[in-house]
């Protein structure tokens, strides 16, 4: 039972993955000439746009909860320029 459970959990697990890295109609739509993005791009830019604005809404009273919204941006922001450059190779190996 627990061999199945594992085997599941696995499946949705790579299923998952499969659907963050397909390309989104969307998101490649709005950006026009750059090329498609992923799903897990645009999953990014949104997390780091909510981040950058609960940031500056906390600015006046947390100035703590700004620094960390500030800091988890920024990683996200290299994510973000990593898994560019990965797609971005992947097209030109593709061509």
Same mark, same amino acid.
């Given at each position: ?11 949705? &697990?790579?299923s998952?993955?499969? %659907? $963050?890295? +397909? ?9 026009g000439?750059d ?22 809404? &906390?600015?006046?009273g947390?100035l %703590? $909860?700004? +620094? ?28």
């Amino acid at each position: 039972m627990k061999k199945t459970t594992d085997i599941r959990t696995a499946q949705r &697990a790579s299923s998952f993955g499969e %659907w $963050l890295e +397909a390309k989104s109609e969307t998101g490649s739509f709005l950006m026009g000439e750059d090329g498609p993005v992923s799903r897990k791009e645009v999953l990014l830019v949104n997390i780091i746009i909510f981040l950058l604005v609960i940031g500056a809404c &906390a600015a006046d009273g947390a100035l %703590w $909860l700004t +620094a960390l919204c500030v800091v988890c941006a920024g990683v996200l922001v290299r994510q973000l320029n990593k898994e560019s450059e990965n797609n971005s190779k992947q097209r030109n190996y593709g061509k």
